[in-house]
């Protein structure tokens, strides 16, 4: 089981964490949004919340300080289905003097005005919750972003998109797909060659997971092969697909 603080109350010198900025993508363009704690110091986000006309056609790495990907080249509009309804187990931790700066990217030939907001937790609320993991003798877990993208061609059948896996063994909790035509879109979701998922509609996986973890956590062993293969009904258009998954490192 992953441990979670239930009734969490932050201290009294806590403020609330949520940073917003908006930026203009020019069209076939990029932008670039930093966001870090105040007075550069600790913070951790439970919710990435971000918003735009078309969300489908803006591609986003999230990275620490520019050498480290938590979650790289995924559409955006599978970032905001993933915390739409329900927020990580423990938050993402940003150390005291580094910055979360997230790279936009615009697929369209046109501007794309879009705005991101972080949900969670200044300093002083840190450290009461580590405090309190600790008074419980309990570890403090650490979430593990899986991502992948791929292009589907039009009337494409079965067609494999990678999702690249860890260097250690992790429980994957819950999974967002998301496209620019979802409703033509079925799935199944492989891991080594089992299914665990086998062809249903890109709505269905997200409806299992909006508002639910997993009943049982798929437990996705180090280096493993894992995919989607995706079926497209649309026999006219291509489409893009986005998979983002929420994981922890797996504990027997």
């Known amino acids: 089981m992953i441990p979670r603080l239930k009734n969490f109350v932050p201290p009294l010198d806590s403020f609330p964490y949520n940073p917003a900025k908006t930026v203009n993508v020019p069209g076939n363009g990029s932008a670039t949004i930093t966001l870090n704690g105040r007075g550069a110091n600790a913070f ?17 790495d999230f990275t620490l300080n520019e050498d480290y990907n938590i979650i790289k080249d995924v559409q955006l509009s599978v970032v905001r289905q993933m915390f739409l309804r329900k927020e990580l187990l423990a938050p993402y931790i940003i ?3 580094n910055d979360l700066l997230i790279e936009l990217r615009n697929t369209s030939g046109n ?18 919750l580590q ?15 899986l991502y992948a993208k791929g292009e589907i061609q039009a009337d ?3 067609i494999p998109i990678e999702i690249k896996t860890k260097s250690v063994d992790i429980n994957l909790v819950r999974a967002a797909i998301k496209s620019d035509g979802d ?24 409806d299992e997971y909006e508002n639910n973890y997993s009943l049982v956590p798929i437990v996705v062993g180090k280096n493993s ?13 291509p489409k893009t697909v986005s998979f983002l998954g929420e994981a922890y490192i797996y504990q027997s």
């Open 183 to 206: 409703n033509d879109l079925k799935v199944t979701l492989q891991l080594f060659n089992e299914s665990i998922k086998n062809q249903v509609f890109v709505q269905q996986i997200n």
């Open 131 to 145: 405090s309190e993991y600790q008074k419980q003798d309990l570890k403090q877990p650490t979430p593990i972003f």
């Open 225 to 237: 092969p894992f995919r989607l293969l995706v079926t497209n009904s649309d026999i006219a258009n």
């Open 95 to 97: 150390k005291k003097n």
């Open 44 to 60: 951790g986000f439970v919710r990435i919340l971000p918003f735009g006309s078309d969300l489908s056609v803006i591609e986003a």
């Open 111 to 128: 501007d794309q005005e879009v705005n991101i907001q972080l949900l969670g937790y200044d300093t002083p609320a840190l450290n009461k």
């Open 156 to 158: 494409g059948n079965n």
